[in-house]
C-alpha cells in the first residue's frame, strides 16, 4: 500500500506548475523561440497596487536576465482608454546608456511617465506606473504585445528576426 501511495504523491505535486489560486500570466511566449535567451520573451503580466500609492505594475519575465553585456532592447506596449502605452528598458553594457521610458501616445504626442522606471530582477524587468488618467480602477487593458531587440528598437527586419515578439487578445481589467 505504501508503495503505491508515494509514487502517487510525488505524480500529484508534478500536476502542480503554480500556487493554488496563482492566474496564469496574461501573455505567455514559447520558451527557446528566439535564439539569444537574453531576448527570449516568457512572459508578461499587468497587476495593481490599490493600497497607499496605488499602481500598476507590469512584469516581463525572460529565458535569462536581460544584457549587460551588448545594447539590447525590451519594449511592451497596450491600450487602455485612449492611452496606446509603452515601457521600454535599454540594457546597456555603459550605465550611463542603461535606462526606461514609459509614456502615452494618444495620437496627438507622446506624454512622458516621469514617476517610475524600471527595475531588473533576475529574468525579469518591471515598470510601475502611476494609476492616473487613463489609469484608473475599472478601466480595459487591451491589445497587450512584449518584444525585445539587439541594439536600439528599429524596423530593420535583421534584427527584429533576432530578437522575440509576443502577443495576447486577453484584457486586464485595472484593480482586478
Known amino acids: 500500500m505504501r508503495r503505491i501511495a508515494i509514487p502517487a504523491a510525488v505524480a500529484l505535486l508534478g500536476l502542480v506548475s503554480q500556487p493554488a489560486g496563482a492566474k496564469p500570466p496574461l501573455l505567455e511566449d514559447p ?4 535564439p539569444v535567451a537574453v531576448g527570449d520573451i516568457v512572459s508578461a503580466d499587468i497587476t495593481t497596487i490599490l493600497r497607499g500609492e496605488r499602481k500598476l505594475v507590469i512584469t516581463m519575465s525572460l529565458a535569462a536576465p536581460p544584457s549587460t553585456s551588448t545594447p539590447y532592447s525590451y519594449y511592451l506596449w497596450f491600450v487602455a482608454g485612449t492611452c496606446r502605452f509603452f515601457a521600454v528598458y535599454f ?48 478601466a480595459v487593458i487591451r491589445k497587450i ?32
Not at 31 to 34: A, K, L, Q, S
Not at 114 to 128: F, M, P, Q
Not at 152 to 175: F, Q, V, W
Request: proline fraction near 7%; hydrophobic fraction near 20%; glycine fraction near 16%.
Open 145 to 176: 504585445r512584449a518584444g525585445t531587440q539587439p541594439g536600439g528598437m528599429s524596423s530593420n527586419p535583421r534584427l527584429e528576426a533576432a530578437g522575440d515578439t509576443g502577443t495576447t487578445d486577453k484584457t486586464y481589467r485595472i484593480g482586478s
Open 91 to 138: 540594457g546597456h553594457p555603459v550605465d550611463a546608456f542603461q535606462k526606461s521610458a514609459m509614456g502615452c501616445d494618444d495620437g496627438n504626442n507622446n506624454t512622458p511617465y516621469d514617476k517610475g522606471n524600471a527595475t531588473v530582477s533576475g529574468t525579469s524587468i518591471t515598470w510601475t506606473v502611476p494609476l492616473s488618467g487613463e489609469f484608473k480602477p475599472g
Open 31 to 34: 520558451r527557446g523561440d528566439t
